[in-house]
């Protein structure tokens, strides 16, 4: 398959997907080469991994809570012992938290060395392994340290989504779905983007399908690559997505947040009258609710700290919440940054009963 060539202010990159695992082999020869690997990932595939030397290899307890200070500080200590400096040339291995670590480590870590990405998750795959964004989490602030530094090269290989559990690899679905409604025109599509869900599940079309989404990103990041505008609309179900995340304490990845989170920004949508309600039932019991996938609990929805989470998003400009929703028949996002609290709470209770959580 064709790879994708990303343009960047920083510095360009370039995609290349693969329908095996064989071009590790060619990377584990490269000189000055340090590995960050997810531990889960490295004990799945131990065999791919394991002529890296010791003193070469850095394994990540890649969990939300380690999205920190400290695990860079980890990093930084274990590259710095190294005799190249400016010139190594850090791999890491993993989905978006090792993403978001290893990035922030190659961007700040002698002004900036190389660093190449194999994302091994659905969700790291379909969205993040592009965009840029480096993000960590400070106490119980999401993602407000970071900044933008893009590897210098992407290996995308559904290989390793075989490994994956239901519940992370609906995670990706949510992404997908997001990315798809931003782009295909509804209610004419709908049907399309459907199909295109229950493709993944069954394992088929992955590659060309993860290659479409990025392609749809990549339109989006070419003219706002720094998220300034245009790129906020990627924020369409993480508003609430992420608010619904910390309150869950994670029990709820960030994928399927995301799908929660889209639903709530509809109930907003219609609401106010900017999408009918035809089309927020179709979407909803069509697209929304079949994939989340997972038992929900009255306990990972605690108003105060969803309320909490949204006040301190920072999108938030003024003293009303923030949030990206759809508007119109053609399924186009749209910012809001009045958001009042009663608002908030009025559809809030909505999205219980929709979730038909007691």
């Known amino acids: ?61 890649a969990i939300e809570e380690k999205k920190t200070l400290k695990s860079v ?7 710095a012992k190294e005799d190249a400096k400016k010139n190594i040339t850090l791999i890491s291995v993993g989905g978006g938290i090792t993403q978001d670590i290893t990035g922030f480590v190659a961007s700040t870590l002698y002004r900036g060395i190389r660093w190449i990405f194999i994302p091994t998750t659905f969700l790291a795959q379909a969205d993040s392994c592009i965009g840029s964004k480096t993000s ?18 992407i290996y995308v290989a559904p290989k390793f989504l075989q490994t994956l559990n239901k519940k992370d690899f609906y995670s990706g679905i949510g992404e997908v779905i997001k990315f798809a409604l931003l782009k295909e025109k509804y209610p004419k599509n709908i049907d399309k983007i459907i199909d295109m869900v229950e493709s993944l599940k069954a394992d088929k079309n992955q590659l060309q399908i993860i290659r479409k989404t990025m392609s749809v990103k990549q339109e989006y990041i070419a003219t706002d690559e720094f998220d300034t505008g245009k790129r906020n609309l990627f924020n369409y179900g993480h508003c609430f997505g992420h608010a619904l995340e910390n309150a869950s304490h994670y029990k709820i990845p960030h994928g399927i947040a995301v799908t929660i989170g889209m639903i709530y920004a509809n109930i907003v949508s219609c609401e106010r009258g900017l999408i009918s309600k035809k089309v927020f039932n179709k979407l909803n ?28 998003d920072k999108k938030r400009v003024g003293k009303d919440l923030t949030i990206v929703i759809a508007v119109d028949n053609d399924i186009r996002a ?16 909505q999205l219980l009963k929709i979730l038909e959580i007691k």
Do not use: R
Request: no cysteine.
């Open 1 to 61: 398959m064709k790879s994708l060539n990303i343009k960047s202010n920083i510095h360009n990159y370039q995609v290349d997907f693969k329908e095996n695992l064989s071009f590790i082999k060619t990377l584990l020869k490269l000189e000055k080469a340090i590995f960050v690997i997810d531990k889960n990932v490295y004990k799945l595939y131990k065999k791919e991994f394991k002529n890296i030397s010791k003193d070469k290899l850095l394994l990540l307890d």
């Open 73 to 79: 500080q980890k990093i930084y200590e274990f590259l």
């Open 136 to 153: 960590l989490n400070f106490k119980s602030y999401k993602n407000i340290i970071g900044g933008f530094y893009p590897p210098h090269q």
């Open 285 to 312: 019991n069509k697209l929304l609710l079949p994939n989340i996938y997972m038992k929900l609990k009255l306990s990972y929805f605690d108003e105060n700290i969803l309320l909490e989470s949204m006040k301190n």
């Open 334 to 349: 749209k910012k809001l940054d009045d958001l009042s609290f009663s608002e908030f709470s009025k559809t809030y209770s």
